[in-house]
């Protein structure tokens, strides 16, 4: 096999599938990416020097233990943030200049004109599913790099990044009005419940979906 003459898109590559999966070792990346291993480890190695990527090391049946490789820190800042540092100085100023009662006034309108916005996008009479993904597609190009899968009778609704995330973390109204705008679009025949958490320390944010008529 040969090796892309591209470095850059390579490595963009390792890391936006780390972001999206969670930990890997050399071997999955190279085969979810089609490169080799060798090439994949240089490329980890780099990135390690970098400060862009860290590794645990997991017991192994045989041989020496596995690496298992992550994002730090340094690098969550490549994806997509919604000009973050501009958005906590606003807030912070409404805060300052209304009260808190002012900023959630705010924080409630732009998640009202969020869901119109949304409704306008989604369109009538879609299946539960179609629901999902469409919402998947939305907040994608929000930056979310969202996505769905079915788990059994439910459905798992993902978004591997927060775009907003250090807004969301002087404002958590913002994270709280999701639920609020993720439940009027999707109905009432469903319920939501929020698993996992990136403001709580995981790496990505997961919705259970759960139909609630048979």
């Known amino acids: ?40 480890r240089l490329h980890l190695y780099d990135l390690a020097e970098e400060e862009m990527l860290a590794f645990t090391e997991q017991k192994s049946t045989r041989g020496r233990p596995a690496k298992y490789w992550h994002l730090t820190d340094k690098a969550q800042h490549i994806f997509p943030d919604a000009h973050q540092n501009l958005a906590v100085d606003i807030l912070n100023s409404i805060s300052e200049t209304f009260g808190p009662k002012g900023l959630e006034s705010i924080i409630t309108t732009h998640s009202q004109n969020q869901l119109k916005n949304y409704q306008q996008q989604m369109g009538k009479d879609l299946t539960l599913e179609n629901r999902l993904q469409k919402l998947a597609d939305i907040r994608t190009q929000e930056g979310y790099m969202a996505g769905v899968r079915q788990d059994g009778r439910d459905w ?8 907003v995330c250090s807004a969301a973390k002087t404002c958590t109204k913002l994270c709280a009005n999701e639920l609020w705008v993720f439940q009027e679009i999707l109905g009432t025949d469903v319920a939501i419940k929020r698993e996992e958490h990136i403001l709580a320390g995981a790496r990505r944010c997961l919705y259970k979906i759960s139909p609630t008529q048979t």
């Open 1 to 40: 096999m040969t090796e892309p003459l591209n470095k850059t898109k390579t490595r963009k590559a390792i890391l936006t599938s780390l972001k999206e999966y969670g930990a890997q070792t050399a071997p999955i990346l190279a085969r979810r990416l089609n490169r080799t291993p060798m090439a994949i």
């Open 156 to 163: 798992l609704f993902y978004e591997n990044h927060c775009p």
